[in-house]
C-alpha cells in the first residue's frame, strides 16, 4: 500500500488558475508557470490517484491519448526537436504528466529539463492569454 501524503493538486494549491488550457477528459490541461521551454504543459489527472497501476487498462490508455495528443498539438505550434513527456510524481503525489516540447532553440538539448540551469521564464498576462489561446483553438477546446 502506497502511502498517502499531502497532495496540493487535490488542496487546490497547484497548478494556478490562470494557467488553464481546457478539459482533456481524464485531465486537464495547464501550461507549466515556468516557460522557459515553451509550451512546457502539465496535465492533471481529474482524480487523485498517485500510481498508473491504480488506474484500469481504459484509463491508462486513455491517459496516454491524451498526452500525445498534447504533445501532436505542440510539434504543430513550435519548431520542436523532441517532445518529452515525464510522469514522476516525487514532489506533487497526484497523477500529472510534464509535456515539454524541446525546441531546436534548446540551450541543452541532451539534458533532462530538470538539469537544465535556468532562471525561470514568466510570462506577461497578455502573453499568457495569447498562449492559452492558442493552445486551446490547437486542441479545439472552446
Not at 68 to 85: D, L
Not at 97 to 118: A, T
Request: proline share 6%; hydrophobic share 40%.
Amino acid at each position: 500500500m502506497i502511502e498517502r501524503v499531502s497532495c496540493a493538486v487535490c488542496e487546490k494549491a497547484w497548478p494556478p488558475d490562470d494557467h488553464y488550457i481546457g478539459d482533456l477528459g481524464l485531465t486537464k490541461a495547464y501550461l507549466f508557470e515556468d516557460q522557459f521551454f515553451a509550451g512546457w504543459t502539465v496535465l492533471i489527472l481529474k482524480e487523485h490517484r498517485t500510481e498508473l497501476f491504480e488506474l484500469t487498462r481504459e484509463e491508462r490508455m486513455g491517459l496516454v491519448e491524451e498526452v500525445s495528443r498534447v504533445g501532436e498539438v505542440m510539434a504543430k505550434i513550435f519548431e520542436v526537436r523532441k517532445i518529452n513527456s515525464e510522469l514522476l510524481g516525487n514532489q506533487t503525489p497526484h497523477i500529472h504528466w510534464h509535456v515539454i516540447p524541446r525546441l531546436m532553440s534548446d540551450p541543452e538539448p541532451l539534458m533532462p529539463v530538470w538539469s537544465v540551469l535556468h532562471e525561470p521564464a514568466y510570462l506577461s498576462p497578455d502573453v499568457l492569454k495569447e498562449r492559452l489561446s492558442l493552445f486551446r483553438r490547437s486542441l479545439g477546446i472552446s
